[in-house]
């Protein structure tokens, strides 16, 4: 099966945005690790194990029938409006991810500085990086749709 041209920058660009998530995530766990005070223990459970279950609570939710079909209706006008598919929302997409790493570092600076912990925020972004992997799994199932499919194979 071929699809067409925007379909597939679009797919892709949900694959980046995951990607570049997770990349964020990762670096900003490193040097969480790095300067933060507190135990290993603490540490741990700040920016792996509670985000964790944000992560894991944000991606089963987008599978309740209410959720999914709202989520499923977002990505096609996502699409259908060329989200992902051009410089400019491919900038802008990346540019939100940017901002909001720049947070969870700033957060992170401010707790090693005896500022408040930044637990909230890594559970904050890793409730996104949950919706970013069910978008993903969302729009490989609506390519099974007979609708949708029709709209985005080559002929």
Known sequence: ???????????RMQGACLSVA???????????????PGSDTLKLQRTALFPGIF????FLLVFVPPARRYLTRHLWLSYRT??????????VGMGVLLVVAG????????GA????????AFSGYAAGIGLLCA???LVRAMERDPDVKRQIEEP
Request: glycine letters at 10%; proline letters at 2%.
């Open 103 to 110: 947070f969870i570092f700033w957060t992170v600076h401010v």
């Open 55 to 58: 992560l894991g609570l944000s």
């Open 1 to 11: 099966m071929t699809h067409i041209r925007s379909w597939r920058l679009f797919r």
């Open 22 to 36: 997770a990349l964020i995530y990762a670096a900003a766990v490193i040097q969480a690790w790095r300067v933060l």
């Open 135 to 137: 978008q993903l799994l």
């Open 82 to 91: 060329g989200f992902g598919q051009t410089v400019i929302s491919v900038l």
């Open 113 to 120: 500085h005896g500022g408040t912990y930044p637990g909230s």
